[in-house]
């Protein structure tokens, strides 16, 4: 049974707590670290933890100013400059320190108990990957059945690629004027607690459930699909262009929950330049792909 999360008063679900102490720096780096680059970020020298277990020999950017960063590495029990870069693009590819930790450590135990399986949609056959943890299943594909309302991915179909079918959030909710319910049966659009729970056990982390590729370019960091979630960055279709924008940019999920902004609703939302999963505030009448999960 899914457990009850907090609901968060914000657009984005930040689910990061551990970094909070602050580092003493030595001056005298090993000569074998003289050539080290860093594999982990943090945005400041407080966020470095204590230079101890397994840390030791990791080299950290800490990226205090706009173009200018400093790298460390931890020697000895003190973290040691190493000197600095301006190098900004492969900064943006470097991961977060918190993925070095026991924590993460753990998590990446969890998803090795991800159960993987399919479904079949009794309206049309089709058949779709699901994936399940604790008590929750989700579906691992984008939905695919056709209604009166529902539009290509034109991007995807250039591509090669399944990316499902888009909807706009009337018939997301409501399945246009012929359907009950969009969602195959015994299956639903997520809430903002599936969400939360969804972003608990990624620990926040959007990349975990991107796709391998087609994210932005070769510049930008690619998801790693560790739990078979396999969101590719399908865009949407903007309803007064009449076109699929944002593809390689955006994957975006209508959620059964409405706004109370005009005509507006919210959607589960990863983004090719943000870290964590976003809880976003879209118009109805745009049109994006759905995520359903078991009821």
């Known amino acids: ?29 090993n000569e074998k670290h003289l050539n080290v680059s860093p594999s982990y970020k943090v945005e ?12 030791e020999n990791v080299a950290v ?58 479904i079949t949609d009794s309206r049309d056959g089709r058949k779709y ?39 706009n959030w009337r018939d997301a909710v409501n399945g246009g004027e012929n359907y009950s319910d969009l969602c195959p049966d015994g299956f639903r659009l997520p809430t903002e607690d ?15 459930l991107k796709s391998t590729d087609y994210w932005d370019d070769e510049d930008s960091r690619q998801g790693t699909d560790e739990i078979g979630f396999n969101a590719l960055p399908a865009g949407f279709r903007d309803d007064y262009r009449n076109a699929v924008q944002g593809f390689g940019f955006s994957a975006n999920y209508w959620s059964g929950t409405v706004s109370e902004s005009y005509q507006s609703a919210y959607a589960m939302s990863l983004t090719y330049s943000y870290e964590y999963i976003g809880w976003v505030i879209r118009d109805q009448y745009d049109y994006y792909s759905i995520r359903c ?3």
């Open 293 to 295: 999960l078991k009821d």
């Open 129 to 167: 990957k699901v994936i399940e943890f604790e008590g929750v299943t989700w579906m691992a594909e984008n939905l695919d059945f056709e209604t009166e309302n529902s539009k290509e991915n034109t991007a995807c179909i250039e591509r090669g690629l399944n990316c499902g079918l888009l909807y």
């Open 61 to 118: 950017r800490v990226m205090e100013y706009w173009n200018l960063h400093k790298d460390y590495v931890c020697n000895g029990g003190f973290w040691v400059f190493l000197g600095t870069t301006e190098d900004t693009r492969s900064s943006d590819k470097l991961a977060d320190l918190e993925e070095a930790s026991p924590e993460m450590k753990k998590k990446r135990q969890d998803f090795l108990s991800v159960r993987k399986s399919t």
């Open 194 to 208: 599936d969400v939360s729970f969804l972003s608990d056990f990624v620990a926040g982390y959007a990349y975990i």
């Open 1 to 29: 049974m899914m457990k009850k999360k907090n609901l968060y008063p914000l657009f984005f679900v930040p689910i990061l707590s551990f970094l909070a102490c602050t580092a003493d720096v030595g001056y005298a780096p």
């Open 44 to 55: 400041k020298m407080t966020d470095l933890p204590a230079c101890e277990g397994d840390f």
